[in-house]
């Protein structure tokens, strides 16, 4: 099945691959057959070990071959077609992660294969979910979100074949990213806003430290105090009566709506009762209540620009700029 040639130009590793896909290409192999052995093609072909693993290795990562230990290589796959295979790990999806994972798919070209996953802020599965996967794809893009110690997870992957995504941290400093500095971004949006904020005698930020990063809620009491503006943090609001002059910063959109639902039981007015900023605009906050003020990166640019990375094969960090969109939410 597998004949190398000598002395015609093509690496020895090639050959081996171009067999294996050959085969599967006109039949004699099939999804699920098992591939002659490591050593059998070493022997047979009187090849280094090293050549054979490097051509096991890229078919691997291109998904058409998987190990099964004790037992040998398998072809997983019969679509020859795709050149690489991408690991994507979101923390969740909603209609911005979308956004950027569709911009993603846009603007990688054809025949690489995106696999997504989801880790839901639970670190068991975001190490499980990295480690059954090593050595299974050409690229690995990890959103860390505020996860600690993920790099003892992530530190598992070919340095050069990692780029993390949204919310970096500082034990992934060395690694390529495109991220949002949510310190700065609230900080800085909210002292646009000033003119209009300080009319609110308190600013309260909704915030969940199982999902939200740290740095948006370091960047907002950096702002409530250099104003000096009373404020609080809260992660609910189970059993809170809202009071005229409170001003929310909500990053979740579904205690968006909650706030929404009781501001009306409650018969208070956006704006002139309670001031609302929510993040990541999408198009239904246009519309409701005349309009709900965001702090809104662009997440279509983010995903064509990761795309961009990985095409270039770029060791770069790039921070994704935020802008502020005011509405008669406030």
Do not use: W
């Amino acid at each position: 099945m597998i004949k190398i040639k000598k002395e015609i130009g093509i690496p020895k590793y090639k050959q081996i691959i171009n067999s294996i896909e050959d085969a599967i290409l006109v039949g004699t192999l099939k999804k699920g057959d098992q591939i002659p052995s490591i050593n059998k093609i070493k022997d047979d072909n009187n090849l280094s070990r090293d050549t054979v693993m490097t051509a096991f290795n890229e078919l691997k990562s291109r998904g058409i071959i998987k190990s099964i230990v004790g037992k040998g290589y398998y072809v997983n796959s019969e679509n020859i077609n795709v050149n690489q295979k991408i690991f994507l790990l979101f923390d969740e999806l909603n209609s911005f992660k979308e956004d950027l994972y569709n911009s993603f798919l846009e603007h990688l070209g054809d025949n690489i294969q995106v696999d997504i996953f989801f880790h839901h802020f639970n670190k068991n599965t975001f190490d499980k979910l990295i480690l059954e996967n090593t050595g299974d794809y050409n690229y690995y893009v990890i959103m860390p979100a505020n996860l600690k110690n993920t790099k003892s997870a992530i530190q598992n992957l070919p340095k050069d074949k990692v780029y993390i995504l949204d919310q970096t941290q500082e034990e992934l400093r060395e690694y390529p990213a495109i991220y949002q500095n949510f310190e700065k971004t609230i900080f800085n949006n909210l002292s646009k806003a000033i003119h209009l904020i300080k009319k609110y005698k308190k600013l309260i930020l909704l915030f969940s430290e199982d999902k939200q990063p740290l740095p948006m809620k370091a960047g907002f009491i950096d702002f409530c105090t250099s104003n000096n503006m009373p404020f609080d943090c809260i992660a609910t609001l189970k059993n809170r009566t809202l009071t005229k002059g409170e001003l929310y910063i909500i990053p979740e959109d579904k205690i968006l709506l909650k706030i929404i639902k009781q501001m009306k039981s409650e018969g208070l007015l956006i704006a002139e009762d309670i001031g609302i900023i929510s993040y990541n605009d999408t198009l239904l906050k246009e519309i409701v209540l005349g309009g709900i003020t965001t702090i809104s990166t662009d997440f279509n640019y983010m995903g064509k620009r990761l795309a961009k990375m990985i095409l270039n094969k770029e060791q770069t960090k790039i921070e994704n700029t935020n802008n502020l969109i005011i509405r008669s939410s406030i």
